[in-house]
């Protein structure tokens, strides 16, 4: 299941959860290398996207509660269609 997540964390100034930022990296390492995260992108100023590959909305719960236990931060949760699976279903009402 994909699901685009972006971050915005509390108004903080940015020297202050510098720490938080750095470890925030290595906990996502991990997710990157066993594909449940496809990629990760720092926003510009503070924040970032996310795009999860998990085999359950459980899955995205649970890392979204790690994720705000670094940062805390609202999420914006997209769930997404992989593309190739939008142009078999669009194929399909053409039928």
């Given at each position: 299941m994909l699901f685009?997540?972006?971050s915005e964390p509390r108004p903080e100034r940015p020297s202050s959860v510098?720490?938080?930022?750095?470890?925030y990296w290595t906990?996502?390492?991990?997710?990157i290398d066993a594909g449940e995260v496809r990629s990760v992108h720092a926003k510009v100023g503070r924040g970032a996207v996310?795009?999860?590959d998990v085999?359950?909305?459980?899955?995205l719960h649970a890392h979204l509660n790690a994720w705000a236990?670094?940062?805390p931060a609202t999420f914006q949760v997209h769930a997404l269609?992989?593309?190739?699976?939008a142009?078999?279903?669009l194929n399909r009402q053409n039928g």
């Open positions: 685009m997540v972006i510098t720490a938080a930022r750095q470890s906990w996502i390492q991990p997710l996310v795009l999860f085999p359950s909305n459980e899955r236990d670094i940062i269609i992989d593309p190739a699976h142009v078999s279903f």
